[in-house]
C-alpha cells in the first residue's frame, strides 16, 4: 500500500498517516463543506446553466465564456470566472462532465457537458418531473434555518425545530407563507410525479377501483396520474385549504377541505404520496 503524506527531513515536514488517516481527514473535510455542492447546484439551477448545458446542440460541450454570454452579466469575464469554478466544483461530484483544451495563448480551456444526473434537475420535460423543485426547497432559508434548532430541539424537548424556528408547525406556517407553500407544493408535485411513472408501469390495482381518494394529495398530481391512465375512476382530493387554493380544476375528479369530507367517500381506497 503506497504511504501517506511523506516530505525529505530537509523540509521539515516528517512523514504522515497512512492512507486510512488521510482518507478520513479527506471525508471529514468533504463533511464539513458538504452543503457546498448542494448550493452551488442551486445556483446553477437559477442562473440556467444546467438547462443550458442539456440543451447544447448535438451535445457540444460549453465553456464558460459561451454559458455567460446567454446570461445578463455586469462584468462578463468575471462571471465567467466565477462559473468556471461552479462548473469545476460540480464536476468533481459528476454533476457535470469537464474536458480541458488549449485556448487563446496556451492557457488550458475547459469545456463542460452534462453528466447523467443533470436530467433530473432539468426543466424542459413536464412529463418526467425534476428534483430541482425539491433542491430549491431542501435548501431553501426558511427550511435551512430550522436545522440550527435541532439541537436545542433534542435536550430541550417541546416544539419541533421546525417550529423554534418560526413559531408555528410546517403545515400551518405554509398556510401564511405563499412562496413557501407554493414552494413546498412545486417540489411534491414533481416528486409524486417521479415516482408515479414508475408505479404506474409497474402496479396494476386500480382496475376495481371506482372512486379514488387521495387523502393529504397536494396538489392533485398523483391524482392525476391515475385518473389520466383509468379513466373509469372518480377521484377525490383533499388537503388543507392553501394547498387546494393552487391545485387545479380538471374533470372526473372532486376537491376538498379536511373540514368538509363527505361521509360517502369514508370507505373508499385512499391512495398516500
Not at 469554478?85 to 488549449?102: G, P
Not at 391515475?226 to 375512476?233: E, T, V
Given at each position: ?22 482518507a478520513?481527514?479527506?471525508h471529514a ?22 438547462d443550458?448545458?442539456?440543451a ?11 454559458l455567460?454570454?446567454?446570461?445578463p ?27 480541458t483544451?488549449?485556448?487563446p ?15 433530473w ?14 433542491l430549491m ?7 435551512l ?9 433534542v ?6 425545530a421546525?417550529?423554534?424556528?418560526h ?5 400551518e ?6 412562496r413557501?407553500?407554493?414552494?413546498f ?8 410525479m ?11 390495482g386500480?382496475?376495481?377501483?371506482s ?8 396538489t ?6 391515475i385518473?389520466?391512465?383509468y ?11 392553501h ?18 369530507f ?12
Amino acid at each position: 500500500m503506497a504511504s501517506g503524506i511523506s516530505r525529505t527531513p530537509a523540509t521539515g515536514v516528517t512523514a504522515g498517516g497512512g492512507d486510512d488517516e488521510e482518507a478520513a481527514w479527506l471525508h471529514a473535510l468533504e463533511l464539513i463543506s458538504g452543503f457546498t455542492v448542494s448550493m452551488t447546484l442551486k445556483a446553477a439551477i437559477q442562473l440556467g446553466l444546467i438547462d443550458a448545458l442539456t440543451a447544447a446542440a448535438d451535445g457540444r460541450a460549453l465553456t464558460a465564456g459561451e454559458l455567460v454570454a446567454q446570461l445578463p452579466a455586469v462584468d462578463d469575464a468575471e462571471a465567467a470566472t466565477s462559473v468556471d469554478r461552479m462548473l469545476r466544483l460540480l464536476a468533481s461530484f459528476n454533476v457535470v462532465r469537464c474536458s480541458t483544451e488549449a485556448g487563446p495563448g496556451g492557457d488550458p480551456l475547459r469545456r463542460y457537458s452534462p453528466a447523467p444526473v443533470c436530467r433530473w434537475f432539468t426543466a424542459g420535460d413536464n412529463h418526467q418531473g425534476s428534483l430541482a423543485p425539491r433542491l430549491m426547497l431542501d435548501v431553501d432559508e426558511d427550511n435551512l434555518s430550522t436545522w440550527h434548532q435541532m439541537a436545542a430541539a433534542v435536550v430541550s424537548g417541546g416544539p419541533s425545530a421546525f417550529e423554534r424556528a418560526h413559531g408555528m408547525p410546517l403545515f400551518e406556517y405554509m398556510g401564511t407563507n405563499h412562496r413557501f407553500n407554493m414552494l413546498f407544493n412545486q417540489a411534491m408535485s414533481q416528486q409524486s410525479m417521479m415516482v408515479m411513472n414508475k408505479l404506474l408501469d409497474r402496479f396494476h390495482g386500480f382496475d376495481g377501483i371506482s372512486v379514488l381518494v387521495d387523502v393529504g394529495g397536494g396538489t392533485g398530481v398523483t391524482l392525476k396520474m391515475i385518473i389520466s391512465r383509468y379513466k373509469h375512476i372518480t377521484g377525490v382530493n383533499f388537503d388543507l385549504p392553501h394547498v387546494i387554493s393552487q391545485a387545479p380544476s380538471l374533470p372526473g375528479w372532486v376537491q376538498g377541505r379536511w373540514e368538509e369530507f363527505p361521509v360517502q367517500y369514508a370507505p373508499v381506497a385512499v391512495a398516500k404520496r
